[in-house]
């Protein structure tokens, strides 16, 4: 596994208390790289940076950035420019106050970052930590990042690691602006009772290991089977197209099946689960010695009863014999 490289160091300080911390980025690409060729023969494309209408390459140190001003002018700034700015430029991430949980939408989350201890006590940063999971709130932060100010929500997840997930501000958040948000759509009761046992058929624990990304493994499939002169999918067939302005006649029967459809998977995915082997073979084989027994017992009360007999008919024949001898 690779070891991750801290991408920021700092301090995160509430009240007078300072916690010593390195930051390292939490997410990673697993997409496929790929560049650009000309499909003919493969060559690879280049870009290079020229002035427009001429053939001249600009070095990357001679590039700057035009910005638009409100009249529509433009204006260039350099590096030197945007350095001069008066941002925080103090190493440190400044808690500014705590919420509940509940309060920040998951809409206004960005990236996310780690925040390891970096002094040689981790006290002070489990701690916090742990003050935070008990009050079940969300520390607000602010503080700089490649000299840009930022927004931050801190936060626990398991097992007790802090994270700094960077804020999107509120302008940057657009407001959603439908027409249907104006028209007066009547649900029934049916409808409302048959939906929300749908989303009780379907509930569960979430566990982010069951999902994988299939677009990803289909496309590494398909650079391999292209690698080696083959296809990827070659009984792969074409889904039908569903016409966008068709709807759904009867929507309450829809989740009626619907609801029987999870029922039903649920069911069998329970079954499953929970099958053990079976024990049928022994119990029939017990079955069929049962009647062996019982084989066995009639002909031994067989025997005795014909033994009996012969012993009754032997003493009756003596009996006669005795009584002729004596006439």
Known sequence: MVRMRSIWKGDLSFGLVNVPVKVYSATESHD????????????????RRVREGTDTEVDYSDIANAYETDSGDSVILTKEDLASLPVQKSPEISIVEFVPVDQVDPIYFDKPYYLEPSSKSPKAYVLLAKALQETDRLAIASFTLRNRTRMAALRVIEPGVMTLQTL???????????DFLGEDVQIRDQELKMASSLIDSMATDYDPDEFSDTYQDELSKLIEAKAEGGEAFPEAEEKETVDEDSEVADLLAALRASVKDSST??????????????????????????????????????KKTTAEKTTAEKTTAKKTTRKRAAS
């Open 265 to 302: 998977a649920k069911d069998s995915a329970s079954e499953n689960s929970s099958a053990t082997p079976r024990k049928a073979p022994a119990k029939k084989t017990a079955a069929k010695k049962e009647p062996a027994k019982k084989t066995a017992a009639k002909k031994t009360a067989t």
């Open 32 to 47: 496929r790289k790929s560049y650009q060729v000309d499909s003919s023969d493969g060559a690879r494309i280049r870009y």
């Open 168 to 178: 999107l501000w509120p302008d940057e958040v657009r407001k959603p602006d439908f």
